[in-house]
Structure formats: structure tokens, C-alpha cells
T-cell receptor, first 112, second 116 residues
Framework: RKEVEQDPGPFNVPEGATVAFNCTYS??????FFWYRQDCRKEPKLLMS???SGNEDGRFTAQLNRASQYISLLIRDSKLSDSATYLC?????????????FGSGTQLTVLP | GAVVSQHPSWVICKSGTSVKIECRSL??????MFWYRQFPKQSLMLMAT?????????EQGVEKDKFLINHASLTLSTLTVTSAHPEDSSFYIC????????????FGAGTRLSVL
């Protein structure tokens, strides 16, 4: 079983739509959680951290459910520029290295 | 602006040659740098963790003699792909962690390696 699993998509949605991505992680002792965005042939960039209380940044809302080992990202009023691959990232309890473990990503295309 | 500079961004080489990729942290000192590899439509896979002044820690299945890592200073780590073969063609991304209270990990722009 993969340590971080995501629905690969692709998700093709019209502009203005609301879209949600899910991610599950296998290690219950995982410490920190993030959503990254990766554009084609580019490096991943931090979109937002994910907290148990849930957090919102503009049109983006992230949720963490530790009991279910589940992370979500909600994008409201999607824009063409939101088209990218969204990576669920977890820090596993691997000592002091605090290494990021990436999901394989969910591809989003926002259509005009 | 970029806080981690990775160079070159794209390299094409013949099979059997060696390729060096540089990763520099700008404006901060990075005691730890990470090297990832990403094949098309796959996730980033950690290859090794590079610590300044000590030997790199390689992930299982990554050949340390093939992927030489040197972290000679607090702002520079290099990855050398030795005797590259077509199967080494991939997207290599470095990352540097800014320590202290921020503890944020920044990524370089990546190097696309094509081995002919």
C-alpha cells in the first residue's frame, strides 16, 4: 500500500465550478500535512498547510481528519489558472529528517 | 523570487557521460538538502538526503555510486549522475530546508535530464 494515495484524476471542470480532492495516508503517526501545486514541467510549490481544525486561504479550503487518515482540498470558483497537478504531501515520523512524502498527484484542468 | 536555484534546467547528454546538477540556497543556509526524481505522471520520489559536511543518506534502491552527492557548503549541494543511461532520463528536483522556527522546505526549478 502506498504511503500517500490520491485519486489521479484527471478532473476536468468548467470555470467557476467547485472541485474537491481527497488524499489518504497510511501511517497514523504522520506529523504534518500539506497541499502542493505542480505545473507541468515545473517544481512543486506549497499551496497550503493542512491543520486538524481546517484552514482556508481565499478560494482554497483544506481539511484533515486524523481518525480517518484523510486530507481534502476544496477549490471554489475555480479559475483557468488553477489548472495544475495537486500533490498531497505528508511528513512521516522518520526521526529528525522530516522528509516530505508525496502522493502521485491529482490533475485538474479548468475549462473555459 | 526563487530561494533555491537549480542548474542546469535542462540537459541532454550521450549515454555513458556524467552530468552534474547544482542546487544552491539563496538568502539562507541549508543544513539539509533533498534530491528527488520524478518520472512522467508519477510522484516525486526522494533519492537522498544531503547533509552539509557529512555523507548523504540514500533511500533504498538508489545507488550511491551512481548518484554522487556532495554538500560542500551550507548553500550548495551537487548531484552527479555518473555514466548516465537512457533509463536515468527523468526530472530531478532539489529542495533545501530553511531551519529554525520556519522549517520550510523550498524547491529548485528542477533539471530535466535526457540521456540519448
Amino acid at each position: 500500500r502506498k504511503e500517500v494515495e490520491q485519486d489521479p484524476g484527471p478532473f476536468n471542470v468548467p470555470e467557476g465550478a467547485t472541485v474537491a480532492f481527497n488524499c489518504t495516508y497510511s501511517n497514523s503517526a504522520s506529523q504534518s500535512f500539506f497541499w502542493y501545486r505542480q505545473d507541468c514541467r515545473k517544481e512543486p510549490k506549497l499551496l497550503m498547510s493542512v491543520y486538524s481544525s481546517g484552514n482556508e486561504d481565499g478560494r482554497f479550503t483544506a481539511q484533515l481528519n486524523r481518525a480517518s487518515q484523510y486530507i481534502s482540498l476544496l477549490i471554489r470558483d475555480s479559475k483557468l489558472s488553477d489548472s495544475a497537478t495537486y500533490l498531497c504531501v505528508v511528513i512521516l515520523p522518520s526521526g529528525s529528517a522530516r522528509q516530505l512524502t508525496f502522493g502521485s498527484g491529482t490533475q485538474l484542468t479548468v475549462l473555459p | 523570487g526563487a530561494v533555491v536555484s537549480q542548474h542546469p534546467s535542462w540537459v541532454i547528454c550521450k549515454s555513458g557521460t556524467s552530468v552534474k546538477i547544482e542546487c544552491r540556497s539563496l538568502d539562507f543556509q541549508a543544513t539539509t538538502m533533498f534530491w528527488y526524481r520524478q518520472f512522467p505522471k508519477q510522484s516525486l520520489m526522494l533519492m537522498a538526503t544531503s547533509n552539509e559536511g557529512s555523507k548523504a543518506t540514500y533511500e533504498q534502491g538508489v545507488e550511491k555510486d551512481k548518484f554522487l552527492i556532495n554538500h560542500a557548503s551550507l548553500t550548495l549541494s551537487t548531484l552527479t549522475v555518473t555514466s548516465a543511461h537512457p533509463e536515468d532520463s527523468s526530472f530531478y528536483i532539489c529542495s533545501a530546508r530553511q531551519g529554525g522556527s520556519k522549517n520550510i522546505q523550498y524547491f529548485g526549478a528542477g533539471t530535466r535530464l535526457s540521456v540519448l
